[in-house]
């Protein structure tokens, strides 16, 4: 599977835009880009995922690089329940693809 | 809709017992994933079934553990004997999976479980 790399942590202020990068030189043609946060004792979830384009949803935004080898997500306004431990993971689109979780980003968000 | 069930949500036992982590999937989903995590190791995949078949099951440590998935609602993961070392947390994830679709992982709130 292709990698991911990720910074292991990142502080940012509460109402302040975040933007987690995420570099992924490997990656192949047929590889989604998705993130996941988990919470504080929950399971992971679900935020966004996109291919080429940069893609909006009511989470975040993610902002894919031309080449595709980096990507970023955006949190336009970050709040105190936005600190979580971000994951950005490759997924190639058959049906039976599945998650390979690295260590993430942990992000926390001040006051 | 109730999300991903998993059952117990805390489970302590001694070493050498057996146990079973029970999880009910988002009715309607085909795909369910048993996962485990742990500080040093991260979250782990162990086993996924698709259609009730298991499909990979390359993550499974070891023959102590095994999962069954009897029908489209229910399915288990046994550890038989438990080891100290599998103190860990295991998530049950569905999903509804298709090719080129989004394939969202939908999570449970985990079984945490201390082996003594």
């Known amino acids: 599977d292709a990698k991911t790399t990720q910074p292991n942590s990142m502080e940012s202020n509460e109402e302040e835009p975040v933007h987690l990068p995420c570099n992924h030189s490997t990656i192949s043609g047929t590889d989604y880009i998705h993130w996941y946060r988990q919470l504080p004792s929950q399971g992971p979830e679900y935020v966004i995922h996109g291919l080429t384009s940069n893609v909006n949803n009511r989470m975040a935004s993610l902002a894919i690089a031309e080449d595709r080898k980096s990507s970023t997500l955006i949190l336009h306004r970050a709040t105190l329940r936005d600190a979580a431990v971000y994951y950005c993971?490759?997924?190639?689109?058959?049906?039976?693809?599945?998650?390979?979780f690295g260590k993430g980003i942990t992000l926390s968000v001040r006051p | 809709d109730a999300g991903v069930i998993q059952s117990p949500r805390h489970e302590v036992t001694e070493m050498g017992q057996e146990v079973t982590l029970r999880c009910k999937p988002i009715s309607g989903h085909n795909s369910l994933f048993w996962y485990r995590q742990t500080m040093m190791r991260g979250l782990e995949l162990l086993i996924y079934f698709n259609n009730n078949v298991p499909i990979d099951d390359s993550g499974m440590p070891e023959d102590r553990f095994s999962a069954k998935m009897p029908n489209a609602s229910f399915s288990t993961l046994k550890i038989q004997p438990s080891e100290p070392r599998d103190s860990a947390v295991y998530f049950c994830?569905?999903?509804?999976?298709?090719?080129?679709?989004?394939?969202?992982?939908?999570f449970g709130p985990g079984t945490r479980l201390t082996v003594l």
């Open positions: 993971i490759l997924r190639y689109t058959g049906a039976n693809s599945k998650l390979t």
């Open positions: 994830a569905s999903s509804l999976s298709s090719s080129g679709g989004v394939n969202e992982q939908f």
